[in-house]
């Protein structure tokens, strides 16, 4: 079992930026890559980037890809998801998950965290 703690979400105006994490807890968190979603009102969970157990390999959804930067401090079983220029399309529920493998299938993931908001402002 893996407990996933997200924080740092908050109400932010477009072009600034954020940073999110991403805190686990339970089995070792070296052993899993680590994924970010983000769910908007009406609409499906979507991918938005994820991280390998080494750390060594990310990848990032289209839309945030320029924007958004993935790591992961295994000394602090952390990993954070820094978000600039934010847009008001980045408004959502952020999750963090963890897996075997990074990917961008939601069901490979095993244990997600409760989310954290959000918002920014045009």
């Known amino acids: 079992q893996v407990q996933l703690v997200e924080s740092g979400g908050g109400l932010v105006q477009a072009g600034g930026s954020l940073r999110l994490s991403c805190a686990a807890s339970?089995?070792?968190?070296?052993?899993?890559?680590v994924g970010w979603f983000r769910q908007a009102p009406g609409k499906e969970r979507e991918y938005v980037a994820d991280?390998?157990?080494?750390?060594?390999?990310?990848d990032y959804a289209e839309s945030v890809k320029g924007r958004f930067t993935i790591s992961r401090d295994s000394t602090k079983n952390t990993v954070y998801l820094q978000m600039n220029s934010l847009k008001p399309e980045d408004t959502a529920v952020y999750y963090c998950a963890v897996g075997a493998i990074g990917t961008y299938d939601p069901q490979q993931y095993l244990y997600w965290g409760q989310g954290t908001q959000v918002t920014v402002s045009s």
């Open positions: 991280i390998s157990r080494s750390g060594k390999i990310t």
């Open positions: 339970g089995r070792t968190f070296s052993n899993y890559a």
